[in-house]
Nanobody, 130 residues
Framework: QVQLQESGPVLVNASQTLSLTCAVSGDSIRLNYYAWSWIRQPPGKELEWMGTAAYEGSTYYSPSFKSRTSISYDTSMNQFSLQLSSVTPEDTAVYYC??????????????????????WGQGTQVTVSS
């Protein structure tokens, strides 16, 4: 059974860098033909794709976040991480990590994210204070 678990701070001050980690169990993030993504849902809004790390190491980012986002692997821990710099209160959201078996493009929004990604973490609420 594949399981994903997000971890990171609950509260971040504006202008700081948000760092989240997704620990994966039941699957190897670098040995199978899957891709691993970060998706978030701000309050009252739909799911929005932020970026993806594919199994072979390629990374893809949403233009909305590209200048502020970095996704990386830690293969020894079988986990991947998100860094979002220069956060503002508009970055307040529930952040999810998720897996897809689909190839690129990895972008999605709203219910399409639920269709395209087969395993999800439970989500972690992050609040950015001004």
């Amino acid at each position: 059974q594949v399981q994903l678990q997000e971890s990171g701070p609950v509260l971040v001050n504006a202008s700081q860098t948000l760092s989240l980690t997704c620990a994966v169990s039941g699957d190897s993030i670098r040995l199978n033909y899957y891709a691993w993504s970060w998706i978030r849902q701000p309050p009252g809004k739909e799911l929005e794709w932020m970026g993806t790390a594919a199994y072979e190491g390629s990374t893809y980012y949403s233009p909305s976040f590209k200048s502020r986002t970095s996704i990386s692997y830690d293969t020894s821990m079988n986990q991947f991480s998100l860094q979002l710099s220069s956060v503002t209160p508009e970055d307040t959201a529930v952040y999810y990590c998720a897996r897809t078996r689909e190839g690129p493009p990895y972008s999605c929004s709203g219910y399409r994210c639920r269709q395209n990604y087969d395993y999800w973490g439970q989500g972690t609420q992050v609040t950015v204070s001004s």
